[in-house]
């Protein structure tokens, strides 16, 4: 009776031992499911509100050089925009040459532009309504051509700028 005994409990314990194994296994396979598909979920999240930051700060910028465009049209005719004008000229022109050259402005630049070349009077200076806020100067025929709009300086610096506000907004 007691090796029947103990042949029963020696297969109780062994059937309690496979069946806690067989559980464990079981459970285990689920909780690494679990643990990955937690582990993606907090990554789709994490990448879903990198997403809604980036795009905010995306519209920041973009309200900002919206805004420095509409100032633009308004800067050709300051003080510090005509101080700097004949400076401007000058680069362009080495640029360019004098020689069969072209420049493009609105009216109201027109005689600040006409002051400026006065030393070069083979450079021809034309009023264009759309020319922007600055000057396009276009030399040798056609084939070279300078613009030194605002709005095209503005469109040049706009990475630059973008990074700028972004390390800015970073800041806060």
């Known amino acids: 009776m007691r090796a029947a005994k103990a042949d029963a409990d020696r297969i109780a314990a062994d059937a309690d031992r496979t069946i806690e194994e067989r559980r464990t296994a079981v459970l285990g396979g689920h909780e690494q499911e679990y643990r990955t598909d937690a582990r993606a979920n907090v990554a789709a999240e994490r990448h879903e509100a990198m997403r809604a ?10 309200r900002v050089l919206q805004r420095a465009r509409a ?10 925009y005509r101080a700097t004008l004949a400076e401007e000229v000058e680069r362009a022109l080495l640029f360019v040459g004098a020689e069969e050259t072209v420049v493009r402005c609105p009216e109201a630049l027109a005689p600040a532009l006409r002051d400026a070349l006065r030393a070069n009077p083979s450079v021809t200076v034309q009023v264009e309504e759309d020319a922007g806020s600055g000057f396009v100067m276009i030399g040798k025929a056609g084939r070279v051509r300078v613009d ?25």
């Not at 930051?53 to 973009?62: H, S």
């Not at 100032?71 to 510090?80: F, P, Q, R, W």
């Not at 706009?158 to 800015?168: D, S, V, W």
């Open 71 to 80: 100032l633009v049209a308004d800067a050709i005719g300051s003080d510090a």
């Open 148 to 172: 030194a709009t605002l709005e095209t300086r503005l469109d040049r610096l706009a990475p630059t700028l973008a990074i700028e506000i972004h390390k800015r907004l970073e800041e806060r």
């Open 53 to 62: 930051v980036l795009v905010a700060k995306t519209r920041v910028v973009e």
